[in-house]
């Protein structure tokens, strides 16, 4: 029990920590490197819980590809990030407020009997099933698909939009660049494409 009273303490205090230097390092690549850190940590932490399947899971899509794809996309663009925080003090005071705003209601949630109250009703509707009979990753695809099954396709959408968003945004029509048009490839005749040349032996063309 001591080694992983450890084990927790030491991955969340990296945790946290690296959570802090993704918004706070001035370099973006530092940024991503602190955030797959970070994920790191949050997978080992499933793994102290018992949940060997999320933190597979953090670690195969987060790392491997979403944090990864962030490493490329930000050392490919040519962002001016000196321009982009030039209005941040401007800023400031609003983001502020509305920090304060949502402190307030977090510790107003966490001082008031809300979470006592619900919590008994919540694990009485949707009982652990024991252990030993259901596999980790069972229990969580009966409870996702099942209980949580229209969340799941919300989630779903609202990622689908944001993709669909983020390629319209980045999508540039460019000037004088030559572009495939499968329409004019398909009207192209015969006569228009090959053209046939009567070669005399030993003439070349």
Known sequence: MIVQAIAFYAFAAVTLAAAVMVIAARNPVHSVLFLILAFFN??????LLGAEFLAMILVIVYVG????LFLFVVMMLDINFAELRQGFLQYLPIGGVIGLVLLAELL???????IGSIAPAVASSAPTPPINEVTNTAALGE????????????AGIVLLIAMVGAIVLTLRQRVGVRKQSVGKQLRRRREAAVELKKVVPRGGV
Do not use: E, I, N, P
């Open 108 to 114: 107003l949630l966490l001082g008031s009997d809300a």
């Open 65 to 68: 590809a979403v944090a990864v």
């Open 143 to 154: 409870l996702l698909y099942t209980r949580y099954v229209y969340l799941f396709q919300a």
């Open 42 to 47: 949050s997978a080992g932490l499933m793994v």
